[in-house]
């Protein structure tokens, strides 16, 4: 139980966020995720419930899902060396992952120089730094040589955070070549967890004539939280977990409402860009200046594999990952452009960059397209969006950073998805679009 309560918290945010490719796709109002400067061509528009954006990407350093079922396979073999075996894949794995949901989100033009956007998104961020032999946890134990017991995983790093989003976004053009945009948000933090130098443990323990383990988690976190612990639990200082306990207060569940995930508040802030010069648009923006903090229900636990200690604290702030992107498109035919795209995602005490080339445009009026090459993370990451007007005034797009590992996923390091169904009100010239006599800027 232990241990599934561990990963439980350790992967709960694989509910990330893509993507390069729908930086630069045209029509689509999600692009101004990346860059609220983006002034989309309609009148109005809206995103179904739930529908109008699902995003996710994950990476993963030292192995992939065909790496940890070999390892898994061949552990309890005699002749296979596993120690050698996580050698090669390196010391240490890292693991990232964002997810984000828009429950709901909406748009209009106020006038022709500026558009403003609602939105109320689900978030979800983790990035984990820890030994391959993390691979250990992943298999099972009674498959494991009694001779590599007890198996103990040290310097387990982790940084996570959920939330919940409620922004507007004001894009305004300040001349006919830049246009400003700003998007703040309140955001509402439900589950956020900080360790540095964790180690987990698993040894035999033999009782009774059956075999078992003993699995333990020692060092520091921080934990914030919707609700609180039972506060008898907290003021009892060194609790025995052999003695057994209760987190939470009796009837927590009965007394936890909707409200509670409305508790704890923060401010973030997205700032972004354009300039027109000729058949070019130059952009950049900053997205997610800000951190997820809570006043309330957030502790520091401390412990072993005999004892646990927790103390409530007046405050916590848990970083959320801040990403700058810098761009430039070039027009060079009515129907298609090019991208160039660089982006860096700071994490704390981690970044992450990339670069990104992307060919974008129509193939007849009902459906855009854009192709991609990442590099960063992996070097086979060709991308692929489609937009497509399946019914009046309704397009459903998808888009991923890596069809290749898409395709074969068991051998995939990284993967990124987006897809979503908007419906556009009032689109501004996508007939002349498909036109070759007239230039969409």
Known sequence: MYRYVFFFLLFLPFSLRAQNTLYFMDHLPQSMIYNPAFFPDVDSYLGMPALSGVSAQVYNSAFNFNELTDFGDNISNQGFDADKYLKSLGDENRLLAEARISLISMGFRISDKSFLSFSVDGNSYIVNNSPTDIMYLF??????????????????????????????????????????????????????????????????????????????????????????????????????????????????????????????????????????????MFSGSIINIGSSVFKSNNYEVKGDEEYINVKELDKTKFAIPTKIFVGAMHQFSPKWNYGILVNNTFYKNNYTPSATISLNGYVGKWLSTSASYTAGYKFDNLGIGLRLRFLPGTDLFMVTDNIIQAINYKNANRFTAAVGINMLFGMKGVENYTSETEDPL
């Open 139 to 280: 298999t099972d134990l009674d498959e494991i040589p009694r001779d590599n017991f007890p198996v103990e995983i040290n310097n387990i790093s982790m940084i996570t955070a959920n939330y919940m989003s409620i922004g507007a976004t004001y894009s305004y053009k300040v001349t006919e070549n830049l246009t400003l945009g700003i998007s703040p948000k309140i955001n509402f933090n439900n589950f956020a967890m900080e360790t540095n130098n964790l180690t987990y443990t698993v040894e035999p323990d033999i009782s009774d004539g059956e075999d078992d383990y003993k699995q333990s988690v020692s060092g520091k976190f921080l934990l914030g939280m919707f609700t609180e612990m039972d506060p008898e639990f907290v003021d009892q200082g060194d609790v025995d977990l052999d003695e057994g306990f209760s987190i939470f207060p009796e009837g927590w569940e009965e007394e936890t409402g909707f409200g509670n995930l409305f508790t704890n508040k923060s401010l973030s802030l997205d700032l972004g860009a354009t300039y027109k010069y000729e058949n070019w």
